[in-house]
């Protein structure tokens, strides 16, 4: 069995990257073949951050590459799809014609990690390049995507996509003692709207009263991040006055003081997940509409409770997911912070006991981590995903929509 990645988009640093790497990781760990291949059209600023082997291809290539793909590969995964903008179509068209067309033998699966309509739309070609997958997959029934692929590509199933994750791995190599861990909150990964990074700046001032130190690494300077630095991002005014951005002017100070929230820019992944687990508390504010999450945790998430922190979580998200056990998140008071956008109080105070009390985070970080495992360990995850892939035929038979779980 040799399955290849293609990651049209290249490599982007997020979830999407994460997602490629975990499923690479847990194919080569069952003595399998398993191959990413990441377009170089454009080079994205997190790129050189990645420490993986992944086979990148230029324009010239693509030919070569679908014959490659033909004749040596089983199954093809399109972990992304090139750009509308960003990417040139002169690529754009090569993508559809030698890497999606031209593709006859291998089984091809979709993998679709956009939650909204409007960052769907930025895909290329998206919806004639489904109509050539043999199976797709995608968080919940209820995403755009799902109800559109009813109407533009009605034949071709569609899985439940979960996000699997080497839990074991992260935390032999950097789980800390409680008595270790400093008083402060990270949030780790970049800047994304829907992960609401900015509420750990709102709440810099309760936690400086708290004694607790605000962090944020990964950031990188874009209109949506504005609202990290403006009280008023639209116009530039009023700008916030809790935060140190670091940067080759404003060097990282050599002790993190209670004042501000320290803002850094994009991190090499160890080097993240190893200040993540010097630190008692990890932050991800991931939320979305309701119907649309399909009862994940996102990556940011797993790499807190793995890196052992305790989570700090967008309450929204707990009330709205179930964990594989059938329990809401949100009536599962063990696994994590659970954080109302509107009641920073009650987040700093929670905070405050656990610190309070190194028996007791320890006790909840490991009942976390448990949690996280049993939804998201990848070797369940990617072993019923690679079941349902290999009872994939080319396809065949009436749409249909199934789940993994």
Known sequence: MKIAILMGRGIEGCGVTRYAIETQKWYHKNNMVCDIYASLDKKWPRRQLQQNNIIEFTNSEIQALSKKLNSEYDVIFYQSLPAKKGHSEDYQNQFLDYLVKDIEKPIKIAFQNDHKLQSLSRNANIWETMRYMDAAFTFSKETAFAKKMAIEAPKIPLYQLRNGFDFDSIRTSFWKPVDQQLNRITYLGRFAGFKEPHRLVE???????????????????????????????????????????????????????????????????????????????????????????????????????????????????????????????????????????????????????????????????????????????????????????????????????????
């Open 203 to 405: 709440m810099q001032p309760l936690l400086k009263d708290a004694g607790i130190i605000t962090e944020l690494r990964g950031i990188e300077r874009s209109r949506g991040s504005l609202i990290m630095f403006y009280h008023d991002p639209a116009t530039l005014s009023n700008p916030r006055d809790n935060f140190y951005e670091v940067t080759k002017k404003n060097p990282e100070p050599d002790v993190q003081s209670l004042d501000y929230a320290y803002i850094y820019g994009p991190y090499e992944r160890n080097e993240g997940i190893n200040n993540l687990s010097n630190s008692m508390f990890g932050s991800n504010f991931f939320n979305l509409a309701a119907e649309t999450y399909g009862n994940i945790i996102e990556y940011s998430s797993l790499e807190i409770i793995a890196a052992g922190a305790v989570p700090v979580l967008d309450k929204h998200w707990a009330e709205n997911n179930v964990h594989v056990s059938g329990t809401r998140f949100a009536d599962m008071k063990d696994f994590a912070i659970y954080s109302d956008r509107d009641d920073h109080y009650s987040t700093v105070a929670q905070m405050q006991e656990l610190m309070a009390d190194p028996i007791l985070r320890n006790t909840r970080r490991e009942a976390c981590y448990e949690i996280a495992r049993e939804h998201n360990d990848f070797n369940l995850i990617y072993q019923q995903q690679h079941d349902l892939i290999m009872a994939t035929q080319k396809l065949t038979g009436p749409p249909k929509v199934l789940k993994l779980f």
